[in-house]
């Protein structure tokens, strides 16, 4: 349930706040790739954060720091002015309409918003390089860099958010509803053991790790909610090839109302680290 902009708001998020360091940030987004580089969308932009534009000088993960601190003035009044947006085809809420930022976020399913104390505010949206390939059909395994392409916006756009307790308890009937979707799905395809890519998929998101201060429900409900988008991950691959309506067809139809129940409770989970880090 982690990725480039969770780990980056809640770890800048902390040290605006004064309980992280700028290497604490450094090591939660090397887990991404080994370079992160920082560039303005358009001349707007550009003007706004100095950063280069039309020629993208890689500016490194250091300008992006700035470019975040230099935004977040809206800190000074003791709350986080970061946060974050997951958007999906049909929702996209918290996304700035009609704008570039929305369709770059969209596009990528992620994004950061940094709001500022006059009204306006910055979006960030990361975007893998792979660099070339060996041929023209092959691309690396790991990315060569991450690269965060930033917005000018003419305001930090409101969404809803669930609350923590609300997200805590969906999930709990997601968990239920996920695992026996999971049980009636028979093994097939290139899945042997559909639990243990359950697992593997669940390790894999533990190398990520939440500021200390983070409240332990709000980690408890990333846990859960990683543990039911992982199952759906799986089957999703488990779907029979055939136009025929089987027992596996209809237990994957019945997983998918619960994607909207993980990006909700990871947004509620999300913003109450946020939160957190300014409770001292």
Same mark, same amino acid.
């Given at each position: 349930?982690?990725?480039?902009?969770v780990s980056l708001s809640v770890w800048?998020?902390?040290?605006?706040?004064?309980?992280?360091?700028?290497?604490?940030?450094?090591?939660?987004?090397?887990?991404?790739?080994?370079?992160?580089?920082?560039?303005?969308?358009?001349?707007?932009?550009?003007?706004?954060?100095?950063?280069?534009?039309?020629?993208?000088? +890689?500016?490194? @993960?250091?300008?992006?720091?700035?470019?975040?601190?230099?935004?977040?003035?809206?800190?000074?009044?003791?709350? #986080?002015?970061?946060?974050?947006?997951?958007?999906? #085809?049909?929702?996209?809420?918290?996304?700035?309409?009609?704008?570039?930022?929305?369709?770059?976020?969209?596009?990528?399913?992620?994004?950061? @918003? &940094?709001?500022?104390?006059?009204?306006?505010?910055?979006?960030?949206?990361?975007?893998?390089?792979?660099?070339?390939?060996?041929?023209?059909?092959?691309? #690396?395994?790991?990315?060569?860099?991450?690269?965060?392409?930033?917005?000018?916006?003419?305001?930090?756009?409101?969404?809803?958010?669930?609350?923590?307790?609300?997200?805590?308890?969906?999930?709990?009937?997601?968990?239920?509803?996920?695992?026996?979707?999971?049980?009636?799905?028979?093994?097939?395809?290139?899945?042997?053991?559909?639990?243990?890519?359950?697992?593997?998929?669940?390790?894999?998101?533990? @190398?990520?790790?939440?500021?200390?201060?983070? #409240?332990?429900?709000?980690?408890? &409900?990333?846990?859960?909610?990683?543990?039911?988008?992982?199952?759906?991950? &799986?089957?999703?691959?488990?779907?029979?090839?055939?136009?025929?309506?089987? +027992?596996?067809?209809?237990?994957?139809?019945?997983?998918?109302?619960?994607?909207?129940?993980?990006?909700?409770?990871?947004?509620?989970?999300?913003?109450?680290?946020?939160?957190?880090?300014?409770?001292?």
């Amino acid at each position: 349930m982690w990725c480039p902009s969770v780990s980056l708001s809640v770890w800048a998020n902390a040290w605006l706040a004064g309980s992280a360091a700028p290497d604490d940030i450094l090591d939660a987004l090397s887990l991404w790739a080994p370079k992160h580089f920082v560039a303005a969308y358009d001349s707007v932009t550009a003007g706004h954060t100095g950063l280069p534009w039309p020629d993208l000088d +890689e500016a490194s @993960v250091i300008t992006l720091l700035s470019t975040v601190r230099t935004a977040a003035t809206q800190t000074t009044t003791g709350g #986080p002015a970061i946060g974050i947006v997951l958007p999906v #085809p049909g929702d996209v809420r918290g996304l700035a309409a009609g704008t570039q930022f929305e369709a770059d976020a969209l596009a990528a399913g992620e994004a950061v @918003v &940094v709001a500022g104390e006059d009204g306006s505010a910055i979006g960030l949206v990361p975007e893998f390089d792979y660099g070339d390939g060996e041929s023209d059909d092959e691309l #690396p395994s790991e990315p060569r860099a991450l690269v965060w392409m930033v917005y000018s916006l003419p305001s930090a756009p409101v969404s809803e958010q669930l609350g923590l307790g609300e997200a805590e308890y969906a999930l709990r009937s997601a968990v239920r509803s996920a695992a026996e979707g999971l049980g009636a799905i028979r093994p097939g395809n290139d899945v042997i053991d559909p639990r243990g890519v359950v697992e593997q998929l669940m390790e894999s998101a533990r @190398v990520h790790r939440a500021p200390p201060e983070a #409240p332990s429900r709000a980690l408890r &409900v990333l846990e859960h909610a990683a543990h039911v988008d992982a199952i759906l991950r &799986v089957s999703s691959g488990l779907m029979p090839i055939g136009s025929q309506l089987s +027992e596996a067809q209809i237990a994957t139809d019945a997983l998918k109302p619960l994607s909207a129940v993980v990006r909700s409770a990871r947004m509620a989970a999300v913003t109450a680290i946020l939160h957190s880090a300014w409770q001292r």
